[in-house]
């Protein structure tokens, strides 16, 4: 069965880090796109980062940029969120996302055909 399965969410004060790791199981991801997509309370999914199949192309929320990256390991199958400088706004259930028909990444939530069950990050003043 393939699953993507994140880990390391958790609370936070602002400012401070966090880093999200998911991991592909059933299946190699090694060579597809994958990502991550966060939803805030009473708020759409939104796109957060997105890396292509060797790294070397990389997408990200304006809202992000400069202070989250996005990476993966190939040998360990699996992609990782590290989030800096972290804000209040950054309160969301995260999810990992793959799409295994495509080595290019995209912003498009329609484009991922794999999602994980979410991992809760708090973010607190």
């Known amino acids: 069965q393939v699953q993507l399965v994140e880990s390391g969410g958790g609370s936070v004060q602002v400012g401070e880090s966090l880093t999200l790791s998911c991991e592909g199981t059933?299946?190699?991801?090694?060579?597809?796109?994958m990502g991550w997509f966060r939803q805030a309370p009473g708020k759409n999914r939104e796109f957060v980062a997105a890396?292509?199949?060797?790294?070397?192309?990389?997408h990200y929320a304006d809202s992000v940029k400069g202070r989250f990256t996005v990476s993966r390991d190939k040998t360990k199958n699996t992609v990782y969120l590290e989030m800096k400088r972290l804000k209040p706004e950054g309160t969301a259930v995260y999810y990992c996302?793959?799409?295994?028909?495509?080595?290019?990444?995209?912003?498009?939530?329609?484009?991922?055909?794999?999602w994980g069950q979410g991992t809760q990050v708090t973010v607190s003043s």
């Open positions: 890396t292509n199949w060797n790294s070397e192309t990389t």
């Open positions: 059933g299946r190699s991801f090694r060579d597809y796109a």
């Open positions: 996302v793959a799409d295994l028909r495509t080595v290019y990444a995209s912003a498009h939530k329609g484009k991922y055909d794999y």
